[in-house]
């Protein structure tokens, strides 16, 4: 495909099949993402992938955290959302409901799909050492995007997943991580189930006249 294409027909994957990913293609899709740029090369980036089975225990231990009270699964701003932020994502979320309804389903499955990961066979859990956090928080950006478009040429959808931040406590103590590191994100991956509607949905993107500007 056309790098461009990609890159312009790329959208995130909310609903997997439950299939393993065949041979070495996880070995190849993190040699691909490690060439992620990263400011002073300093690579701060820890990833643990998680598969098949030992994500089967993950997810139950994760569905039982999850219906304890107190949990805080929204993103930590640090100050007030300029109102047109906050529009955009009500929008993302009108949109879904469109498509989740084909199938039945409504907003809890995202919520709760979030947290399961979407059925995908895969979850790759991305640290940084709480040195680096938030300031080296750029270089998770940076890995992360590798990690998708080299999955997508992989023939691998993905879903990055903030959300599980509610229950990192869990992941932490599952994968045995030190608490000197910090969860920063998830990406579910695996092959999609394009059978069902809510991955046919394509996100909108704002004019570039609304966030950009050329100079000369
Ligand atoms: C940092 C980050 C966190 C995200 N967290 C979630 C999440 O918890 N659940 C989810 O369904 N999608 C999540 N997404 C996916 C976004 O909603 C999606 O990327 C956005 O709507 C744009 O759509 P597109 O990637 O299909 O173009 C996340 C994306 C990013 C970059």
Redesign the pocket.
């Known amino acids: 495909m056309d790098p461009i294409n990609l890159l312009k027909e790329?959208?995130?994957c909310?609903a997997f099949k439950n299939i393993p990913i065949k041979g070495n293609v996880v070995e190849n899709l993190l040699e691909a993402a490690q060439q992620a740029p990263s400011g002073s090369n300093m690579q701060p980036w820890e990833i643990y992938i998680v598969m098949n089975n030992k994500l089967e225990n993950l997810r139950k231990k994760i569905l039982e955290a999850a219906n304890e009270k107190n949990r805080n699964y929204g993103p930590p701003f640090s100050g007030e959302v300029p109102e047109k932020y906050l529009n955009r994502r009500k929008k993302?979320m009108d949109d879904m409901k469109g498509y989740l309804s084909e199938d039945k389903l409504n907003l809890s499955y995202?919520f709760k799909?979030?947290l399961t990961f979407?059925n995908a066979p895969a979850v790759a859990f991305i640290y940084i050492h709480k040195s680096l956090y938030p300031t080296r928080s750029i270089d998770i950006?940076s890995y992360?995007v590798y990690f998708m478009l080299a999955a997508e040429i992989l023939g691998l959808g993905t879903?990055?997943?903030?959300?599980?931040r509610g229950v990192s406590d869990v992941i932490n103590e599952f994968i045995g991580v030190s608490n000197e590191f910090i969860l920063e994100?998830a990406i579910a991956f695996g092959y999609k189930d394009d059978e069902k509607a809510i991955n046919k949905?394509?996100?909108d993107r704002v004019q570039l006249s609304d966030n950009s500007c050329i100079m000369e």
């Not at 879903?159 to 599980?164: E, Q, R, T």
Request: proline share 5%; charged share 20%; glycine share 14%.
């Open positions: 790329r959208k995130v909310r993302l995202i799909g979030s979407f950006g992360m879903c990055p997943i903030g959300y599980i994100i949905f394509k996100s």
